[in-house]
């Protein structure tokens, strides 16, 4: 009996021990959503049970969200700071097929240079030769105002089409892809967006 009374003293004292060199390790932090002191930090506040640490505040309700967060759990926003890293390391170019391009618009041109996606820099751009490649047609989208991805597959080739979010006069879109890389591009981007 008395060696199980000496463990017991022994383990409430090293309890006592580590609480207390944790307490003088961590320093107070006020959180930021309530205001009050927090002693023991964690990654909810004991007192408003909201998220202290790795967070953002949501554009559309202000509310904090964790940084990591696709969407914000109150509105549905979708997390521009995350979006837009995410967006910015998205590097993808793909060309067009130029039998693909040709058949779809009946531009000469683009069996001699065929219309090109480019994704980088948190960016989508298209360009497109015309009248012998003496004229460029370029278009861009920001990906933050993508609203969404839409992948139309044809007997032969596909097309896809970039819709924007705040009134764009027009979508932005390309014909004559291949399957396989539209599928892909679509996939990559509708990843990063969320839709």
């Known amino acids: 009996m008395g060696l ?6 022994w383990f409430w004292s090293r309890v006592s021990e ?37 967070t953002v505040s949501c ?3 202000w509310e904090p969200i964790a940084a990591q967060a ?34 779809s618009t009946w531009n000469l041109t683009s069996l001699l240079r065929p219309p090109v996606i480019e994704v980088k820099g948190g960016k989508i751009n298209t360009t497109v ?17 993508l609203a969404s991805v839409r992948h139309t597959k ?8 970039f819709e924007t979010f705040g009134g764009a006069a027009e979508d932005m879109g390309q014909h ?5 890389d539209a599928i892909n591009v679509a996939a990559r981007i509708k990843e990063v967006i969320g839709r």
């Open 154 to 161: 044809g007997v032969i080739w596909s097309s896809l089409v």
């Open 18 to 54: 580590m609480e207390t060199s944790t307490e003088a390790q961590s320093q107070p932090i006020v959180c930021p959503n309530c205001g009050d002191e927090i002693s023991n930090p964690r990654y909810f506040c004991p007192h408003c049970t909201r998220l202290i640490r790795d």
């Open 70 to 103: 696709k969407k914000c759990p109150h509105c549905n926003t979708a997390n521009a700071a995350l979006l837009a890293a995410q967006a910015g390391q998205l590097q993808i170019m793909v060309q067009a097929s130029p039998f693909g391009a040709f058949f």
């Open 129 to 145: 030769w015309t009248f012998f490649t003496l004229r460029v047609h370029q278009s861009e989208i920001e990906m933050t105002r």
């Open 176 to 180: 004559g892809l291949r399957h396989d």
């Open 59 to 61: 554009e559309g309700c």
């Open 4 to 9: 199980e009374c000496w463990k017991t003293q």
